[in-house]
């Protein structure tokens, strides 16, 4: 497998040679979703498929309620996310492979032998630093990182377990759309300085800012790209009229933050990956006065990223952006496996079930130019 360009083929049956620059198809190594929120109970029963279908592993985040806190609250999650892609693939007839890697939710009170017994669980690969308010369930999170965390932080940078941050400051005195570049210069300056070795993903970036820093950064640091603020300014959320199925945290940004995440994730820098951040709330938890913040994403995230990356001409860059830089920065291989995306008109469902409710995904009700073949099993070819 290519460690810089993606597989085009071609369907002559279509018109479309391998020349062309419209290929009528990709085949990548089957990717992996660096950030993902896959819930619990019977919405998670309803949404696991989504990503199973697409991707080998993924991160999941652990902002339930209540949190994930432990190494055992890890495992018993873990397998309650399994039991459900077993009942969900039954009932299709199919249960794709997938791994969930499991994160810790870090708190000021995170003892460091919980970072120690995380690392050695073999399936615990990350914690999750919220600060405290940022975004959904994140009331128990971090106060003061460097004040209340650092004999944990330690503990993490000694073991090798990577520091996954949501990137913004919660002073209500920050503009909302500068709270990520202020979160560079409060906390992820002094965070650096103070463990230069410390493994850092910056999650779901959002800002001109953020990526000159995780590109320009020393030590070992990367990070997520969502297909939301690839593909999306902020315009989108007023569009005809207050649109809150694109209102997510961090937020949506002007257009050159837009045009600067885009170019970083086709750069072919291995720092910047794939994180989807979909995060499915039911539509009357987004339809109302205090609407929740998330995109659902996972049922065609794929299709959402290659669509972005073919509005540059960069379709070649996706598979390492999608497959290999990932695993890479986590110390794992590249999933065995392929998946094919083929051209073919995807109208985007107007609303998917979600427990006893609704989810509204991303762009419901429009069409993309591509969508994942259908396949068993573990998409291998």
């Not at 520091?163 to 500068?178: I, K, S």
């Not at 913040?293 to 509005?311: D, I």
């Not at 609303?351 to 291998?380: I, Y």
Request: glycine fraction near 8%; aromatic fraction near 8%.
């Amino acid at each position: 497998m290519s460690q810089t360009s993606s597989h085009a083929f071609s369907d002559r049956a279509a018109g479309v040679t391998e020349a062309s620059a419209a290929p009528a198809g990709i085949r990548l190594c089957r990717p992996d979703d660096w950030h993902l929120h896959l819930r619990d109970g019977a919405v998670l029963r309803d949404v696991v498929m989504d990503s199973a279908r697409q991707f080998g592993r993924a991160i999941v985040m652990p902002n339930l309620k209540p949190p994930v806190l432990t190494t055992e609250d890890a495992r018993a999650y873990r397998g309650r996310i399994l039991d459900a892609l077993r009942l969900a693939g039954e009932r299709e007839g199919d249960v794709p492979a997938f791994d969930p890697l499991m994160t810790l939710y870090l708190t000021d009170r995170t003892p460091p032998d919980e970072i120690r017994r995380a690392r050695e669980s073999g399936f615990v690969y990350g914690v999750k630093l919220y600060p405290a308010g940022a975004t959904t369930h994140s009331d128990a999170g971090v106060t003061d990182l460097l004040g209340q965390c650092k004999a944990t932080l330690a503990a993490m940078q000694e073991c090798g377990m990577p520091l996954l941050v949501h990137g913004e400051v919660t002073d209500p005195d920050v503009d909302l759309f500068d709270r990520e570049a202020v979160f560079i210069e409060r906390v992820m300056q002094p965070l650096r300085r103070t463990f230069p070795e410390l493994k850092v993903v910056f999650e779901h970036l959002t800002t001109a800012d953020g990526a000159a820093y995780v590109a320009q950064a020393e030590g070992p640091i990367g990070a997520t790209l969502t297909p939301q603020h690839l593909l999306y300014n902020r315009n989108a959320l007023f569009k005809g009229g207050l649109r809150p199925h694109w209102y997510c945290l961090p937020v949506l940004k002007r257009e050159t933050h837009r045009q600067a995440l885009l170019k970083a994730a086709t750069s072919g820098n291995p720092r910047f990956f794939l994180g989807t951040d979909s995060a499915p709330h039911p539509r009357g938890a987004k339809e109302q006065d205090c609407g929740c913040a998330g995109c659902y994403t996972a049922r065609h995230a794929l299709a959402l990223y290659a669509t972005a990356f073919e509005s540059v001409g960069r379709l070649d860059r996706l598979e390492a952006f999608a497959s290999l830089h990932g695993p890479a920065f986590y110390g794992l291989a590249p999933n065995a496996g392929t998946l094919t995306l083929e051209r073919v008109a995807d109208p985007i469902p107007r609303n998917l079930p979600l427990g006893d409710d609704v989810v509204v995904p991303l762009a419901a009700g429009e069409s993309l130019p591509w969508r994942v073949r259908p396949e068993r099993g573990s998409a291998a070819d």
